[in-house]
């Protein structure tokens, strides 16, 4: 059974930093890809980082210079750096990953996480 918990999240004050986490577990494969999203109240979930197979990662224009995807691959845990943090990141985090078999083109997740909060204060 595949999971994918987040953590990490939490309050910080703008400016500030935190870095979230996504455990994976129950499969073999390695993804695809693997994501972050994000969703704030009353806002469609947005992509934020993504990061492939290949190791090539890309990034929403609101977090380009602040944020950075990583992965451990041994340890099958995603990462998400988030550095000089604004009160327009906070949201709810997920992380998303691709495990389908022989994938290829764009991305397209299957299996969620549940989460983790981040709030940003003014």
């Known amino acids: 059974q595949v999971q994918l918990v987040e953590s990490g999240g939490g309050s910080v004050q703008a400016g500030g930093s935190l870095r979230l986490s996504c455990a994976a577990s129950?499969?073999?494969?390695?993804?695809?890809?693997m994501a972050w999203f994000r969703q704030a109240p009353g806002k469609e979930r947005e992509g934020v980082a993504t990061?492939?197979?290949?190791?090539?990662?890309g990034y929403a224009d609101s977090v380009k210079g602040r944020f950075t995807i990583s992965q451990d691959n041994a340890k099958k845990i995603l990462y998400l750096q988030m550095n000089s943090l604004k009160p327009e990141d906070t949201a709810m985090y997920y992380c998303?990953?691709?495990?389908?078999?022989?994938?290829?083109?764009?991305?397209?997740?299957?299996?969620w996480g549940q989460g983790t909060q981040v709030t940003v204060s003014s």
């Open positions: 998303g990953a691709d495990l389908r078999p022989w994938a290829s083109g764009a991305c397209a997740y299957n299996y």
């Open positions: 129950g499969y073999t494969v390695r993804a695809y890809c």
């Open positions: 990061i492939k197979l290949t190791g090539v990662t």
